[in-house]
């Protein structure tokens, strides 16, 4: 793939069941770029509208599909797209990670890209503006950031809209977390992070096919990220907890001993108590288990190939 080397920017997308949406966005990203950009499109397992290398060549780019034997979602969908970036790119060249569906604009590309030319910089994360979702979605989210604040330890505003310098994409892809949760794989990277404020895009066509619980799901997935913190913060909570509890049943017992307790108080309180004190222990038992399944359960890096099932490009 020698044409991957002549291009300035390469844009990695992943593409799940939307071609007309895609369509559009290899038009439009050809209207603001002409011809120097290589789109790696990333089909992350589609049956009933695969990606076709026509629909990029057909807008004057230059490409290629990794076509997925499977679908493997949104998050891993990326972490495969920029794996086989990392094995291409040179050291001029950027990467931008953008959705399909138009939500992340291209002509806002130009603005993203230019904090990387500053030495100090090695990714830049595009945060919102201004937010069009229901009220629904909105609430959870300011929700899921103070969440993510007090158990992580850090703050999450931004999510895959984001341009990258190639030594970025390499570290970033060594990284096992990189296939559950791109964000906050970003944030654990210990990269040097650049914010830059953003419209966000109207949708090309179809609606979204992330559901609330989808939404739920991925964000604990950005927690799963920095599990071995958020059990740190969890036991410590846990344990003041049931500090308190044996604190208190010491007290209640003091008042039984003392004649103080009224009949049947002292065993409801002691029972209260006591199922407290078992809930921390096992909720920090719980916490123990996601971080083996963190640490376990993630692919090596650089993985990625077991995932391809082809490689279309402009030679297929």
């Known amino acids: 793939m020698n044409e991957i080397l002549t291009k300035k920017l390469i844009v990695v997308t992943p593409i799940y069941e939307d071609t007309e949406a895609s369509i559009k966005l290899f038009k439009e990203l050809s209207s603001c770029f002409n011809n120097d950009v290589f789109i790696v499109a990333v089909d992350d397992g589609s049956v009933k509208e695969p990606v076709n290398i026509d629909t990029i060549h057909g807008s004057g780019l230059e490409g290629i599909v990794l076509k997925l034997k499977r679908n493997v979602g949104?998050?891993?969908?990326?972490?495969?797209?920029?794996?086989?970036?990392?094995?291409?790119?040179?050291?001029?060249?950027?990467?931008?990670?953008?959705?399909?569906?138009?939500?992340?604009?291209?002509?806002?590309?130009?603005?993203?890209?230019?904090?990387?030319?500053?030495?100090?910089?090695?990714?830049?994360?595009?945060?919102?503006?201004?937010?069009?979702?229901?009220?629904?979605?909105?609430?959870?989210?300011?929700?899921?950031?103070?969440?993510?604040n007090v158990l992580a330890g850090r703050k999450i505003s931004f999510g895959n809209f984001m341009a990258l310098k190639p030594k970025a994409v390499k570290r970033l892809v060594s990284m096992q977390e990189l296939g559950t949760h791109v964000a906050g794989t970003v944030l654990s990277s210990k990269?040097?992070?650049?914010?830059?404020?953003?419209?966000?895009?109207?949708?090309?066509?179809?609606?979204?096919?992330?559901?609330?619980?989808?939404?739920?799901?991925?964000?604990?997935?950005?927690?799963m990220?920095?599990?071995?913190?958020?059990?740190?913060?969890?036991?410590?909570?846990?344990?003041?907890?049931?500090?308190?509890?044996?604190?208190?049943?010491?007290?209640?017992?003091?008042?039984?001993?003392?004649?103080?307790?009224?009949?049947?108080?002292?065993?409801?309180?002691?029972?209260?108590?006591?199922?407290?004190?078992?809930?921390?222990?096992?909720?920090?038992?719980?916490?123990?288990?996601?971080?083996?399944?963190?640490?376990s359960g993630s692919i090596k890096p650089l993985d990625y190939k077991i995932f391809v099932d082809e490689v279309i490009d402009a030679k297929s």
Do not use: C
């Open 74 to 148: 949104h998050q891993r969908a990326i972490s495969i797209g920029l794996g086989y970036v990392a094995e291409h790119i040179s050291n001029h060249q950027k990467v931008v990670v953008m959705d399909s569906d138009g939500e992340d604009t291209p002509e806002s590309i130009k603005e993203l890209i230019k904090p990387l030319e500053s030495d100090n910089v090695d990714v830049v994360v595009a945060q919102r503006k201004s937010r069009v979702e229901s009220l629904k979605f909105k609430a959870f989210y300011v929700i899921y950031k103070w969440i993510f």
């Open 225 to 295: 990220i920095f599990a071995e913190d958020v059990l740190v913060r969890v036991g410590i909570a846990s344990a003041m907890v049931a500090g308190l509890a044996i604190l208190g049943s010491v007290v209640a017992v003091m008042l039984k001993l003392s004649g103080f307790a009224t009949p049947g108080w002292f065993s409801v309180a002691l029972g209260i108590l006591l199922l407290v004190f078992l809930q921390t222990g096992t909720m920090t038992l719980m916490m123990l288990m996601l971080t083996g399944v963190v640490k």
């Open 191 to 223: 990269l040097r992070i650049d914010t830059m404020l953003l419209d966000r895009g109207a949708r090309y066509a179809g609606q979204s096919k992330m559901n609330f619980v989808g939404l739920v799901l991925h964000g604990f997935k950005g927690l």
